[in-house]
């Protein structure tokens, strides 16, 4: 991907978390209503949350974070890459306690903050899974470190980090330990294990690396000029090159765009549960909402005497309603939207509101032919009444299922604008070129609806 390019990518995904914080922002602003100002409390942890996110951007800062069980090795190969031993590593279990971090400037074209995390068996159940996803959800690429055929609980922990959707590269540290032969045969167990649940086709070269990040020092026969032999131990250089030429390609060619559709696929997040909440918290008011426009519409398409006019009318309120409710929400929706939306609605919820289509028409010509003869007998008048009291009964129950669709497709909705996430998301994926771990990632990726 040229550099060009990656900066779009980079400046879409910051103009699309502008307009969202600046919507949400909005929530707080003086001239508001006060109703807002519990939202607006509520919804801090998201905001703060896109705030940092947008930051990240702005710094062009890429996290790498390092996961796998105690022992493999992690905080070795971190300091392997960064040719420094700062990262305390140790026999022992529990030596990394918590996630930390590191800057690591192999280059000045980008800025890299390495993450070291406790081992995935280290701490107990729950604690440990949500550690996992916060670092996971962090990250915009992931280093699993294993050293030799892998154990079933890190298969569970690799697929459970596949589900982040990041890009992952499997390490495979301490070669050093094994002959070439073993070696080569467990690099090959380890490329299969994407052709089974994984993935459907076997991992690719550069998503599986050998590395020896601390090799065990060799013991040297020394021979001196007395004749006297002793024994020493030597330390050996690292073996980690190809790691850091792979991670480097990585970036250069796309870690920008992976930047910016990481932060995207947060943003898109955030924005789901900010709908969701305020769903919840304007739960009554929308319920009196839905029931006062199933009132309006049932007397607008009851009363209407023309067939054609009281399905009109009766679109019109479903129309409003839906706007209303957007309104009561605060959630971004335009009237372009609205009209998608309750096409989508009529659609999937099509045999009610067909039915109510077709009895509309039904009984409003029933009404239509009422009215036209009711001139010459009066009897027709109650022809005009019994027609309009059933149809009014289902458009008022159609209101009531437009509406309670509606809170649905607008927590869905509210990140397909113009410059919302998801757009955005779809956008940049639709361009990338096929060589790329973000083309491998598309499918996983773009897959929101
Ligand atoms: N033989 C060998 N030992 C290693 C290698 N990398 C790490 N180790 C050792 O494995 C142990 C655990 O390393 P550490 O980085 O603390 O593992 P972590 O718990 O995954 O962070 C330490 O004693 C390291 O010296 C390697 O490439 N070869
Ligand atoms: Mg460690």
Redesign the pocket.
Known sequence: MSNNQQETHLNRARASLRQTLSWYNNLRKPGQSSHNNDLAGLLKPELEMLNATLNKLDHNVIRIAAF?L???????VLNALLGQKILQ???LNG??QYPRSVRWSPSDKVQIELIDTP?LDEIAGEIRAQMARDVAQQADLILF?VSGDITRTEYQALLELRKSQKPLILVF??V??YPDTDREAVYRNLQQLGAGNLLEKPLQPDEIVM??????PLEVRVEYPDGKVDYEWENLPPKIDELRQIILTILNREGRSLLALNALVQAREAEEIIAQKTIDARDEAAEELIWKYAKYKAVAVGLNPVAILDVISGTIVDLALIRSLSKLYGLPMTGYEAAKILQTILFSSGSLLLGELATSLVFGLGKSAAVVTSADNPGNIAGFLGSAVVQSGIAGYGAYTVGKAAQVYLKKGCTWGQFGASTVIQEILAQVPKDTILFRLRQELGNTK
């Not at 105690?70 to 070795?76: D, H, I, M």
């Not at 590395?211 to 065990?216: C, K, N, Q, R, Y």
Request: glycine share 16%; no cysteine.
């Open positions: 796998g105690v022992s493999r090795g992690k905080s070795a590593t140790g026999p030596v990394t081992g470190i540290n301490k050093d330990l590395v020896a990040a601390e090799p065990a």
